[in-house]
Antibody, heavy 124, light 110 residues
Framework: QLQLQESGPGLVKPSETLSLTCTVS??????????WGWIRQPPGKGLEWIGS???????YYNPSLKSRVTISVDTSKNQFSLKLSSVTAADTAVYYC????????????????WGKGTTVTVSS | SSELTQDPAVSVALGQTVRITCQGD??????ASWYQQKPGQAPVLVIY???NRPSGIPDRFSGSSSGNTASLTITGAQAEDEADYYC?????????????FGGGTKLTVL
C-alpha cells in the first residue's frame, strides 16, 4: 500500500526558506503514471495547490507562488522536496504531499494518495 | 488561472439526500474530483472522473457534471459524512498542468 510521509521543521523564521521532504513508501516514485504534488492549508482555510513534479524533474508551479517555490525529486531515495523562500506569516499552514493521477485518455486528473500533513508555523 | 466556486455551507437531515456543487470554467474541459476532509485529518478522495469511487468509499457518494458545474451527491447522508468537501480539477487556462481547488463546502448532518 502506497504511503506518503512529510517531514521537515515545524517552525521557520520570517524571510527564511521553508524546506519539506515527502518520502514515498510502498511504491516507486519513478512510475510513469503519476505526478507528485504539494498542497497546503492555512489554519481554518481551504486547500491550495503549490506545485507538482514528475520523476524526470519536470515541474509545474502555482503562478501565485512560482517566484518563491522550488520542487525537486530524488529518485534514488524515493523522495521529493519543497522549498519555499522568503516566507511570511501567511505561509503558516499544514503542508500535504500527494500522488497525482493523470489518466490522459479519459481526462481524469485527481489526487488519490495523501500524506498525513505537517504543520509549519512561520514566526520569529 | 481558473477558479472553482463552492457554497460555503450546506446542511442535510440524517438519511436524506444532499448535493454539493462546484462551478468553474475548467469543468467544461476536465472532470472534477472530490475530497472529504474531517477535522485534523488529511483530505480523502471520494469521487473522480465521470463518476468513479475509490475502493472503500460507500456507494451513497456519486458524482455528475453538466457544463461548468460538477456535483457531489450523497444519497442517504450519515452522521459520519459531516465534513468539509473540496472539489478540484485541472486548470484549463493555458497549456499547463496546473490544478485548482474550490473553496470548500462544510456539510452539516442534522
Amino acid at each position: 500500500q502506497l504511503q506518503l510521509q512529510e517531514s521537515g521543521p515545524g517552525l521557520v523564521k520570517p524571510s527564511e526558506t521553508l524546506s519539506l521532504t515527502c518520502t514515498v513508501s510502498g511504491g516507486s516514485i519513478s512510475s510513469s503514471s503519476y505526478y507528485w504534488g504539494w498542497i497546503r492549508q492555512p489554519p481554518g482555510k481551504g486547500l491550495e495547490w503549490i506545485g507538482s513534479i514528475y520523476y524526470s524533474g519536470s515541474t509545474y508551479y502555482n503562478p501565485s507562488l512560482k517566484s518563491r517555490v522550488t520542487i525537486s525529486v530524488d529518485t534514488s531515495k524515493n523522495q521529493f522536496s519543497l522549498k519555499l523562500s522568503s516566507v511570511t506569516a501567511a505561509d503558516t499552514a499544514v503542508y500535504y504531499c500527494a500522488r497525482l493521477q493523470l489518466e490522459w485518455l479519459l481526462s481524469y486528473y485527481y489526487m488519490d494518495v495523501w500524506g498525513k500533513g505537517t504543520t509549519v508555523t512561520v514566526s520569529s | 488561472s481558473s477558479e472553482l466556486t463552492q457554497d460555503p455551507a450546506v446542511s442535510v437531515a440524517l438519511g436524506q439526500t444532499v448535493r454539493i456543487t462546484c462551478q468553474g470554467d475548467s469543468l467544461r474541459s476536465y472532470y472534477a474530483s472530490w475530497y472529504q476532509q474531517k477535522p485534523g485529518q488529511a483530505p480523502v478522495l471520494v469521487i473522480y472522473g465521470k463518476n468513479n469511487r475509490p475502493s472503500g468509499i460507500p456507494d451513497r457518494f456519486s458524482g455528475s457534471s453538466s457544463g461548468n458545474t460538477a456535483s457531489l451527491t450523497i444519497t442517504g447522508a450519515q452522521a459520519e459524512d459531516e465534513a468539509d468537501y473540496y472539489c478540484n480539477s485541472r486548470d484549463s487556462s493555458g497549456n499547463h498542468l496546473h490544478w485548482v481547488f474550490g473553496g470548500g463546502t462544510k456539510l452539516t448532518v442534522l
